[in-house]
């Protein structure tokens, strides 16, 4: 229950950070954050958690991510489900509090809400197979980036480091496709809010992250088996 609180706890700050960001400061007029500081903040709570809850439950935070891990011989498989439960759980909550806030200004229209889409729903009206593409890719790049810095030979104390800003790195490339999910249940989160088309596209953001994470796993343990335990 410690690492399942911890994935929950985690999991909440991401979405409450890296979405909050999107739906409190992007678009703030003259002085909205924009892209960039969206990306930033998605890393930056990647980092903050790696610290404070690495030594807990290894910070997943992303059901792609513990797939991942165990398809690369990481991460035992009884603990999967609890983990992804955990996380999707603790998106919702922080989706949750992002609305609370969210609607205590006047006017306020959910609109996107920082959802995950393609096509019309896409922020630059990039296609199914393209954000398809994206996903799949950015989250396979982000597996292989885990795997590396967490391996046994991999230097200590600067993996958490290495993935924050791994995620920015994600987030510069691929927002304008996908909104950027990589991470199924930061898109569930975000689309039980805004429902209709975001539910409906949904799919896209669990089996394309899902299929890049275990691609990742196979391929980095082929490249660098992990001989500690």
Known sequence: MKKLTAEFIGTLWLVLGGCGSAVLAAAYPELGIGFAGVALAFGLTVVTMAYAIGHISGCHLNPAVSIGLWAGGR??????????????????????????????????????????????????????????????????????????ATHSKAPKYLAGLAIGLGLTLIHLISIPVTNTSVNPARSTSQAIFVGDWAMDQLWLFWVAPIFGAILAGLVYRFISPETEK
């Open 75 to 148: 991460f035992d498989k009884k603990e999967l489900i609890p983990y992804i439960i955990a996380q999707v759980l603790g998106g919702i909550a922080g989706a949750g509090i992002l609305y609370l806030i969210a609607t205590g200004k006047a006017g306020f229209e959910i609109g996107g809400f920082a959802a995950n889409g393609y096509g019309e729903h896409s922020p630059g009206g990039y296609s199914m197979l393209a954000a398809l593409i994206t996903e799949v890719v950015m989250t396979f790049m982000f597996l292989i980036i885990i795997l590396g």
